[in-house]
């Protein structure tokens, strides 16, 4: 068994064990283990095999037995077990209609089904009122529901990276490309679909039906299913003629206005065949969101990024040390990374005061000792005190290297006053960057009421950037905003916010925002060469 597999099943058993009432903590380990085993370098069942699995971090004893059930069986007899007493197959159908999976359960008891298609006869029939906590008023909402496919939708987004994972996953094992809202790098997605080509469908349909991460199918046309996931995720399925699959993965992927502007789609086997048969240059898919027909810029690429400016270490929150984090980045091929860890206003973890921030500098110096010519920057992640002013002295920002500036507490302000104090943080001279700038956690927290074009002026008179922060359920500034903020000629800057070095992998995620807001290589500060950003602004801008 592969590393994504041995993985796959690990989270389908931490779901298990969340349906089951199991203690959460258990799940959840199950799901970092999961998370721990995606990111292995090395073959784990190898690992399993010599005893050696719980050297990697987050495998204790029990979830290196199941691994070891695992790999010696290919499967977890309490997986299994679960799976007959939980029916995540009604579970996955039940969440996507709107249940929770404890009523879903519980109507799959009541009624004596076991299977989504049991579960459309019993509607069919009308028995779903009979189930205990089922009015009326349920019953139509289900029916419509079931009723209403065309345009299958969570309930609510994936975040990106969750996104990848799952029709990354799925695109994978089937051996077509993952569409829908991931392809164009949507924040957060609602359609996910995989696109195949093979001249009959049959055979990858009930592959389709017989993966892991699949457990009820919702619909099933000749050429195409919908099935949906234990969490009740939709993921639809396209099984194109290959002569065809271009068009197919093209109308699977652009928003539904940019491909309607470009039909009627001629056939054709990949997606370039398809513009040149329209006489159209080459749109890449993150641009796909209004209709356009235009060359579109140059924009900037994972390979144009030089260095990290935004990552966090064992001095605050960060799960690793500065040389770690240094070698992380050096493995990119970065040229520099800053270490901007916070100070004490944030709160809830542990902040650096002046004089942590001169001890920081010390262990700073070793590394880049080490490393050189690679360049570590002594950088913060400063707070943005309720007033406007900083979390630590001019003189020791002035020492520093990189200072970002950050709102923690108090993202609820109103308008006016989030931005003066926001504006007054900026005009301190040391600042560089804004972190963060609309403070959003992706189906946690709403945006933040701050007056971008406001903060865009001031930015610009200060020369400070925005940033675009990669981390999955942030990922702010959003497209939108980096398109407005270079439209007013901010610069941004594409972070990572690492708080490990495996969260250095999100650079993908900022760039990829970016992308979707037109950036191209000139607007992103950290694609300049190290020289650059250490003098300062004055050049870059
Ligand atoms: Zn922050
Ligand atoms: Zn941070």
């Given at each position: 068994?592969?590393?994504?597999?041995?993985?796959?099943?690990?989270?389908?058993?931490?779901?298990?064990?969340?349906?089951?009432?199991?203690?959460?903590?258990?799940?959840?380990?199950?799901?970092?283990?999961?998370?721990?085993?995606?990111?292995?370098?090395?073959?784990?069942?190898?690992?399993?095999?010599?005893?050696?699995?719980?050297?990697?971090?987050?495998?204790?004893?029990?979830?290196?037995?199941?691994?070891?059930?695992?790999?010696?069986?290919?499967?977890?007899?309490?997986?299994?077990?679960?799976?007959?007493?939980?029916?995540?197959?009604?579970?996955?159908?039940?969440?996507?209609?709107?249940?929770?999976?404890?009523?879903?359960?519980?109507?799959?008891?009541?009624?004596?089904?076991?299977?989504?298609?049991?579960?459309?006869?019993?509607?069919?029939?009308?028995?779903?009122?009979?189930?205990?906590?089922?009015?009326?008023?349920?019953?139509?909402?289900?029916?419509?529901?079931?009723?209403?496919?065309?345009?299958?939708?969570?309930?609510?987004?994936?975040?990106?990276?969750?996104?990848?994972?799952?029709?990354?996953?799925?695109?994978?094992?089937?051996?077509?490309?993952?569409?829908?809202?991931?392809r164009r790098?949507?924040?957060?997605?609602?359609?996910?679909?995989?696109?195949?080509?093979?001249?009959?469908?049959?055979?990858?349909?009930?592959?389709?039906?017989?993966?892991?991460?699949?457990?009820?199918?919702?619909?099933?046309?000749?050429?195409?299913?919908?099935?949906?996931?234990?969490?009740?995720?939709?993921?639809?399925?396209?099984?194109?003629?290959?002569?065809?699959?271009?068009?197919?993965?093209m109308r699977a992927t652009g928003s539904r206005a940019y491909v309607a502007?470009l039909?009627?789609?001629?056939?054709?086997?990949?997606?370039?065949?398809?513009?040149?048969?329209?006489?159209?240059?080459?749109c890449?898919p993150?641009?796909r969101e209004?209709?356009?027909?235009?060359?579109?810029?140059?924009?900037?690429?994972?390979?144009?990024?030089?260095?990290?400016?935004?990552?966090?270490?064992?001095?605050?929150?960060?799960?690793?040390?500065?040389?770690?984090?240094?070698?992380?980045?050096?493995?990119?091929?970065?040229?520099?990374?800053?270490?901007?860890?916070?100070?004490?206003?944030?709160?809830?973890?542990?902040?650096?005061?002046?004089?942590?921030?001169?001890?920081?500098?010390?262990?700073?110096?070793?590394?880049?000792?080490?490393?050189?010519?690679?360049?570590?920057?002594?950088?913060?992640?400063?707070?943005?005190?309720?007033?406007?002013?900083?979390?630590?002295?001019?003189?020791?920002?002035?020492?520093?290297?990189?200072?970002?500036?950050?709102?923690?507490?108090?993202?609820?302000?109103?308008?006016?006053?989030?931005?003066?104090?926001?504006?007054?943080?900026?005009?301190?001279?040391?600042?560089?960057?804004?972190?963060?700038?609309?403070?959003?956690?992706?189906?946690?927290?709403?945006?933040?009421?701050?007056?971008?074009?406001?903060?865009?002026?001031?930015?610009?008179?200060?020369?400070?950037?925005?940033?675009?922060?990669?981390?999955?359920?942030?990922?702010?500034?959003?497209?939108?905003?980096?398109?407005?903020?270079?439209?007013?000629?901010?610069?941004?800057?594409?972070?990572?916010?690492?708080?490990?070095?495996?969260?250095?992998?999100?650079?993908?995620?900022?760039?990829?925002?970016?992308?979707?807001?037109?950036?191209?290589?000139?607007?992103?500060?950290?694609?300049?060469?190290?020289?650059?950003?250490?003098?300062?602004?004055?050049?870059?801008?």
């Amino acid at each position: 068994m592969e590393n994504p597999e041995l993985a796959d099943r690990l989270d389908a058993f931490a779901s298990l064990l969340e349906l089951g009432d199991a203690n959460p903590y258990t799940a959840r380990a199950y799901r970092r283990a999961a998370e721990t085993i995606r990111a292995a370098p090395s073959p784990v069942a190898d690992l399993v095999r010599s005893g050696r699995v719980r050297d990697l971090r987050g495998i204790g004893s029990g979830i290196e037995a199941r691994l070891r059930e695992l790999v010696e069986t290919g499967e977890i007899a309490e997986l299994a077990e679960l799976e007959r007493e939980l029916a995540p197959d009604l579970v996955g159908l039940g969440r996507y209609l709107g249940l929770s999976a404890k009523r879903s359960v519980e109507l799959g008891r009541a009624l004596g089904i076991r299977t989504a298609d049991e579960l459309r006869e019993a509607a069919a029939a009308g028995r779903l009122r009979t189930a205990p906590g089922i009015g009326p008023k349920t019953e139509a909402r289900l029916l419509e529901a079931l009723a209403h496919e065309a345009e299958p939708r969570p309930r609510r987004g994936l975040l990106l990276n969750r996104a990848w994972e799952l029709v990354g996953g799925i695109a994978a094992a089937l051996g077509g490309e993952a569409a829908g809202d991931v392809r164009r790098w949507r924040d957060s997605c609602e359609l996910l679909a995989v696109v195949c080509a093979a001249p009959d469908p049959r055979h990858m349909l009930a592959r389709f039906t017989e993966l892991p991460q699949i457990v009820a199918v919702v619909e099933h046309d000749e050429r195409r299913a919908v099935g949906v996931t234990v969490d009740g995720m939709p993921v639809e399925l396209v099984v194109a003629e290959p002569q065809r699959f271009g068009t197919a993965l093209m109308r699977a992927t652009g928003s539904r206005a940019y491909v309607a502007a470009l039909e009627p789609l001629p056939g054709a086997p990949d997606a370039q065949a398809v513009y040149r048969a329209l006489d159209l240059p080459w749109c890449p898919p993150e641009l796909r969101e209004e209709p356009f027909r235009g060359e579109p810029p140059a924009l900037v690429e994972a390979t144009d990024i030089r260095g990290d400016l935004h990552c966090h270490t064992t001095w605050s929150d960060g799960k690793a040390s500065v040389e770690e984090m240094a070698r992380g980045a050096r493995a990119r091929g970065y040229d520099y990374l800053a270490i901007c860890d916070h100070t004490p206003a944030v709160g809830a973890v542990r902040g650096l005061t002046a004089e942590d921030v001169r001890r920081q500098a010390e262990e700073i110096a070793a590394a880049n000792e080490l490393l050189s010519p690679f360049r570590v920057l002594r950088g913060i992640e400063c707070d943005i005190l309720p007033d406007g002013r900083l979390d630590l002295p001019d003189d020791t920002l002035a020492e520093l290297d990189w200072v970002q500036a950050s709102v923690h507490g108090g993202q609820r302000m109103p308008r006016r006053e989030l931005t003066k104090r926001v504006e007054e943080a900026l005009r301190n001279p040391q600042v560089r960057c804004l972190s963060h700038p609309k403070g959003r956690l992706i189906n946690r927290r709403p945006e933040n009421a701050l007056d971008l074009q406001r903060v865009f002026e001031v930015a610009l008179a200060q020369r400070v950037a925005l940033e675009l922060n990669g981390l999955p359920n942030p990922l702010d500034l959003r497209g939108e905003h980096v398109r407005d903020a270079i439209r007013a000629g901010v610069q941004i800057v594409c972070s990572t916010d690492a708080h490990s070095v495996r969260g250095l992998e999100n650079m993908m995620l900022s760039v990829m925002t970016a992308r979707r807001g037109w950036a191209t290589p000139p607007q992103v500060v950290n694609t300049q060469a190290l020289r650059s950003i250490l003098d300062g602004p004055g050049a870059a801008y």
